[in-house]
């Protein structure tokens, strides 16, 4: 399988908890992108990775998010001390670069996060 | 701020009718616009897409049509089959940014 690829597919946890998720890109793509989705609403960005860099963040990554593409291959979030707002799909996607255009994204099956 | 809005929220069609599916962007420097398709309980998939200097593209039974002036961009989906009961988003985006604001969705149903 050549996808994009999340684990864990489900997390469920306390509140006040840490929790960590992990995406492996496709592994020519040197593009890696993290989304939250909450049900009945399209992805919303968080945070973009060009190789092991962090170019841009959202302003929906607060201080108790981070995120880290340490070797610039597969990419960890990590949300402590996690909230009941913070239940959501966690989705990461990569692309390649395509001449300075539009990459088209490839997104993975997503980590689902329910925080009790 | 940038803002995509998506209609309809829900659309039933019979199977072999024709399905609409229409956005309206905010952002003028908006030059990309994707279409994903996600099934229950996976990710968002790529369908098509259109860039901003073409004003429509067609693939199979699939077509997407830009009008840069009104700022809308749709999704036509021909021929229906009970396999393209799904949720549908659009998307948009501008150089120099990778950030993409996704519409709110369609969950489209095909009757058989």
């Known amino acids: 399988d050549t996808g994009v690829s999340q684990n864990p597919r489900h997390k469920i946890t306390k509140r006040g908890q840490n929790v960590t998720f992990r995406c492996d890109p496709i592994?020519?793509?040197?593009?890696l992108y993290w989304y939250r989705q909450t049900l009945g609403q399209g992805p919303e960005f968080l945070t973009y990775f060009q190789n092991e860099a962090q170019l841009e963040k959202s302003r929906l990554l607060s201080d108790r998010f981070s995120a880290e593409r340490p070797k610039g291959s597969f990419s960890t979030l990590e949300i402590q001390r996690t909230e009941q707002g913070d239940s959501a799909m966690y989705l990461c996607a990569s692309s390649s670069p395509q001449g300075g255009a539009n990459e088209k994204l490839f997104f993975g099956s997503g980590t689902q996060l329910s925080v009790l | 701020g940038e803002n995509v809005e998506q209609h309809p929220s829900t659309l039933s069609v019979q199977e072999g009718d024709s399905a609409v599916i229409k956005c309206t962007y905010s952002d003028s420097a908006s030059n990309y616009f994707p279409w994903y398709k996600q099934e229950l309980g996976k990710g968002p998939q790529l369908i098509i897409d259109?860039?901003?200097?073409?004003g429509e593209k067609k693939d199979q039974r699939i077509a997407v049509t830009l009008n840069k002036t009104a700022k809308h961009f749709s999704l036509h989906i021909t021929e229906t089959q009970p396999e393209d009961s799904a949720v549908y988003f659009c998307a948009a985006s501008s150089s120099g940014t990778y950030k993409y604001i996704f519409g709110t969705g369609t969950r489209l149903k095909v009757l058989a």
């Open positions: 259109i860039r901003s200097n073409v």
């Open positions: 592994s020519e793509h040197n593009r």
